[in-house]
């Protein structure tokens, strides 16, 4: 009988983390298929319309932004989620730019990655999802101040609150407070949250 689950590609060097994601996962309803590294993926997966791979940052061989890359270079890219145990702002600006659909900080949060997950669930296959993710981001963005709008530029850029400070001529407290509010009006669960809403915002559509 032909698995009509929909499939999402683990690729995780870790075996007892991969095996770990791979149940969870199939748990929750999809076909997990494990990779254990992205070369081993890149040359034996067969991605189809509506799969998502979820892919370790740090790995031997190619990384999970090379990985990224490499699918982004295909016809019909599936949308991929980047997960890293070294949670800096820079990985996940950079991970957002190069076009992952979300980033998690390892371990991740059971309940905060499945419902990544089902965020995507078929949105390769459905270009609608796509435009309803983007009309999204761009109505979260829009409660902004005109200030906030430039403190977020400044993050979506990977600065800390010091370098923003000092670009904006504000205090240091001040750039939290409006990084704070724009936590908040924007209803952004995670800085992973921010920076999807702000690469969404200025996606073509």
């Not at 189809?48 to 699918?71: C, E, F, N, Q, W």
């Not at 982004?72 to 070294?86: C, K, Q």
């Not at 990977?158 to 924007?186: D, F, P």
């Amino acid at each position: 009988m032909t698995d009509v689950r929909p499939r999402v590609h683990v690729v995780e060097d870790d075996a007892v983390a991969r095996d770990a994601l791979c149940l969870l996962l199939d748990c929750d309803g999809w076909q997990a298929c494990p990779h254990p590294s992205a070369d081993q993926f890149l040359a034996a997966s067969d991605v189809g319309p509506g799969d998502v791979v979820i892919s370790d940052i740090r790995m031997p061989g190619r990384s999970g932004l090379d990985l990224l890359t490499a699918l982004n270079a295909r016809d019909g890219a599936p949308p991929v989620v980047l997960m890293t145990a070294y949670g800096e702002i820079r990985d996940a600006v950079n991970a957002m730019r190069a076009g992952a659909v979300d980033y998690l900080e390892k371990p991740a949060d059971p309940d905060r990655l499945l419902e990544v997950m089902r965020r995507f669930r078929g949105v390769a296959a459905d270009p609608e999802a796509v435009d309803s993710l983007r009309r999204d981001a761009r109505a979260r963005l829009s409660r902004l101040t005109a200030r906030e709008r430039e403190v977020l530029v400044h993050l979506l850029r990977g600065e800390t609150n010091k370098e923003i400070a000092r670009a904006l001529s504000l205090s240091h407290r001040t750039v939290e407070q409006h990084r704070g509010h724009i936590m908040l009006k924007t209803n952004a669960a995670s800085f992973a949250d921010l920076v999807r809403y702000g690469s969404l915002s200025h996606a073509s559509g």
